[in-house]
């Protein structure tokens, strides 16, 4: 890898031919001390990617919900067998991260930034070389990679306006009193991708649209008929300026609004309502919406048919489309984060310290984990001790401390 780097940095340096074989965006050019600033607009994405979509709303409420519902656990491994802990200062840290969130807030909160931006930070505080105290999350907009070498941070800048603070990273070890959690970016070494840049088209999309509705429920997109002027000989006939302002302006009053929808129009001598209905393709838009949400809702892998999303049956009953999501979202989003936090958190109490979550606890997976168990207890070539390992429950003599 490092012959690698070596070879395209030389290609760098060539010129402009090195300029369009190695775009400027490839981040591992980047200077050693420079910030990496992310190119994505965090902002934005939150704003129409969340606060007004109420798609991704719904698929990121219901996986951090989710994802913060499974509880903690804690594990010791010793020399012949491992053990769950019942109390531990660790344990402890994990329930109650700070004075102002317990555990299901905070993770709520880490995984909502993770997917609305693909990126997210955990502060750990505490004294210099001691086990933290406490475990803050970080907005993902007010942090600053300042690049490394070897694709290692050298810090973490977190700014708001014009105060910041540099978190350093250990060169050896590379730990840092900042946790980076973060989505696979196959064009970027040092940010994550967001599950909203993927489905970006599709949330415009379903934002047009509803847009487009709530100004045809206002009057305001297009009118749903006309008034014809017709003259005494009956033909075309037009209206005075005090006569035109005078009807625009009764109409706007009198029959303009969700308030007055379906109250009969008075007309003068002259005048002719004419209907004008909506054609197959101006009412298409139900279906451009419609496909729009099966799109945002798979880009955050959660099954359509749990939004709500009429058209989409790729699931039998709801129930399979819950296993679904557990199974293809969210335990895996749960274990890299279980994982990250087993090489960043766990080792500054303790080597020996596993970190984990109850599985058993979860309702979702009850069938799949039952049909399990009657699998592994009917399996007569396998030894008692065999069948608990199997099922993760460890040795019958493992104890609790």
């Not at 930070?121 to 105290?133: C, L, Q, R």
């Not at 014009?162 to 696979?184: A, E, M, W, Y």
């Not at 088209?201 to 509705?213: E, K, L, P, T």
């Not at 199974?327 to 500054?348: C, F, K, R, Y």
Request: hydrophobic content about 40%.
């Amino acid at each position: 890898m490092a012959r690698l780097i070596s070879r395209l940095a030389a290609g760098w340096r060539v010129g402009a031919k090195a300029q369009k074989m190695f775009p400027s965006e490839t981040s591992f050019m980047i200077a050693p001390g420079q910030p990496v600033w992310m190119r994505r607009d965090y902002t934005r994405f939150a704003e129409e990617g969340y606060r007004r979509n109420v798609i991704a709303f719904r698929a990121v409420s219901m996986i951090a919900t989710a994802m913060a519902s499974v509880p903690w656990q804690l594990h010791e491994r010793g020399r012949s067998r491992t053990r769950l802990l019942e109390r531990h200062p660790l344990l402890t840290l994990l329930k109650r991260p700070n004075p102002m969130q317990g555990d299901a807030a905070f993770i709520e909160n880490v995984i909502t930034h993770k997917l609305i931006a693909g990126n997210a930070y955990i502060h750990a505080v505490g004294p210099k070389g001691a086990a933290p105290m406490e475990l803050h999350a970080l907005r993902p907009d007010r942090m600053v990679i300042i690049a490394g070498n070897g694709g290692v941070p050298k810090a973490y800048r977190y700014q708001i306006g014009q105060q910041q603070v540099d978190f350093p990273v250990d060169r050896i070890t590379g730990q840092s009193r900042i946790l980076h959690v973060k989505n696979v970016h196959p064009l970027d070494d040092w940010y994550g991708m967001s599950a909203v840049e993927a489905a970006a088209y599709s949330i415009d999309q379903h934002n047009q649209c509803g847009a487009w509705n709530q100004a045809l429920l206002q009057n305001g997109a297009r009118p749903s008929g006309a008034l014809m002027v017709k003259a005494a000989d009956g033909g075309a006939g037009h209206l005075t300026e005090p006569q035109y302002v005078r009807l625009k302006q009764q109409l706007d009053e009198q029959f303009s609004g969700a308030a007055n929808a379906g109250r009969p129009l008075l007309l003068e001598g002259g005048l002719e309502w004419k209907e004008m209905s909506l054609s197959p393709k101006d009412m298409d838009f139900i279906g451009i919406k419609n496909s729009s949400a099966r799109d945002i809702a798979l880009a955050f892998g959660v099954p359509p048919q749990l939004l709500g999303i009429p058209g989409d049956n790729t699931y039998a009953n709801l129930q399979e489309a819950r296993v679904a999501l557990w199974e293809q979202t969210i335990l895996p989003g749960l274990q890299s984060l279980v994982d990250a936090l087993n090489n960043w958190l766990a080792p500054m109490f303790s080597d020996a310290l596993v970190i984990g979550y109850d599985a058993e606890s979860i309702p979702a997976i009850t069938a799949r984990r039952d049909a399990l168990w009657q699998r592994i207890s009917s399996a007569s070539f396998l030894s008692d001790e065999e069948k608990r390992r199997i099922l993760g429950f460890g040795t019958a003599e493992a104890g609790h401390g």
